[in-house]
């Protein structure tokens, strides 16, 4: 089992920036792509962006590309997720996710609880 922690979000203006970091802990994360997803209460969680296991692939959904910056130190079994200009439309809990490739897609096994980011204008 992977354990998920998110931290670093909180409250902000339009224009600012902030690092989400996500530690993992317990089983190893080798070969597993990591992954930042959005959800604003009663709607749909969406995804923000993906980094393989190596870093080499990076995919970012359209609303945050350009903005935001996914990165991992495996080392240190931490994500993160550094965002800038942010937008109003930014504001929703942000979650860190894990997950082996199967088939060619990510299956994301393993989810944090999330954190807050909210974007005042």
């Known amino acids: 089992q992977v354990q998920l922690e998110e931290s670093g979000g909180g409250l902000v203006q339009v224009g600012d920036s902030l690092r989400l970091s996500c530690a993992a802990s317990?089983?190893?994360?080798?070969?597993?792509?990591m992954g930042w997803f959005r959800q604003v209460p009663g709607m749909e969680r969406h995804f923000v962006a993906s980094?393989?296991?190596?870093?080499?692939?990076?995919i970012y959904g359209d609303s945050v590309k350009g903005r935001f910056t996914i990165s991992r130190d495996n080392a240190k079994n931490m994500a993160y997720l550094q965002m800038n200009s942010l937008k109003p439309q930014d504001t929703a809990v942000y979650f860190c996710?894990?997950?082996?490739?199967?088939?060619?897609?990510?299956?994301?096994?393993?989810w944090g609880q999330g954190t807050q980011v909210t974007v005042s204008s």
């Open positions: 996710a894990a997950g082996p490739i199967i088939d060619g897609t990510t299956r994301y096994d393993y």
């Open positions: 980094i393989s296991y190596n870093g080499g692939m990076k």
């Open positions: 317990g089983d190893t994360l080798v070969g597993h792509t």
